[in-house]
């Protein structure tokens, strides 16, 4: 069946610094991907996506590319700020699914 | 436009007790899906309703139900609770197509359910 394997955490960065959480998937066919971010004591929020090879998603200076021959979709971000401290969820859909299969989230904490 | 809404946001039940936890899609999407997390589980999927009809349902036992109605709200119930049971239920909406980048889950705030 499908899998999403993420990156274990939790991260700790000094603001301004580099991030990577690695994610990697198993799926049969082509599937779209997806990352969420969940802040404290709220829901899941949409990130950023993907829907085919070499897809980039963006958002918020987060980006991730749809890798697959690595069957990877890495999650990066060049600057981080307070503000990115949360969890964040790596998943995907694949074929006619309506349902996502996610990771088990990665903790993000960024010190000032 | 308004997102999805969760209620109760927070609550506390007993262990053999029954709750019930509503959900309010957006407004134009038919699809509403059910996940539940824990720390040991993590997100994992209890079933998704289009149009009143169950379509997919994870791997939970009977215990947990649900129903959509007629103007996309949806329920879920959980009968004979046990301490296991308590977790963060999610409630996303959808219009209904398969998940893609055009087609994508928006979460709502969750209900937070603690079983003593």
């Known amino acids: 069946g499908d899998s999403v394997t993420q990156m274990e955490g939790p991260v700790t960065l000094s603001e301004e610094a580099f991030l990577t959480i690695n994610c990697t998937y198993t799926?049969?066919?082509?599937?779209?991907l997806f990352w969420y971010v969940q802040y404290p004591g709220e829901g899941l929020q949409l990130l950023l996506k993907?829907?085919?090879?070499?897809d980039k998603g963006s958002n918020k200076g987060f980006e991730a590319t749809y890798r697959k021959e690595t069957t990877s979709f890495h999650l990066e971000k060049g600057s981080v700020q307070v503000s990115d401290s949360a969890v964040y969820f790596c998943?995907?859909?694949?074929?006619?699914?309506?349902?996502?299969?996610f990771g088990s989230g990665t903790q993000l904490t960024v010190l000032p | 436009k308004a997102g999805v809404t969760q209620t109760p946001r927070y609550l506390i039940k007993t262990r053999g007790q029954q709750v019930t936890l509503s959900c309010s899609p957006i407004?134009?999407?038919?699809?509403v899906s059910w996940y539940q997390q824990t720390p040991g589980q993590g997100l994992q999927f209890l079933f998704e309703?289009?149009?009143?009809?169950?379509?997919n349902k994870g791997n939970f036992p009977g215990r947990f139900s649900g129903r959509q109605f007629s103007n996309s709200r949806s329920e879920m119930n959980v009968s004979t609770l046990e301490l296991g049971d308590s977790a963060l239920y999610l409630c996303?909406?959808?219009?209904?197509?398969?998940?893609?980048?055009?087609?994508?889950?928006?979460f709502g705030a969750g209900s937070r359910l603690t079983v003593l």
């Open positions: 996303a909406s959808s219009l209904g197509d398969t998940l893609s980048g055009a087609n994508v889950l928006t």
């Open positions: 799926a049969t066919g082509y599937p779209s």
């Open positions: 993907a829907t085919k090879a070499d």
């Open positions: 998943a995907l859909s694949s074929g006619s699914a309506r349902q996502l299969t």
């Open positions: 407004s134009g999407h038919r699809s």
């Open positions: 309703y289009f149009s009143e009809t169950q379509r």
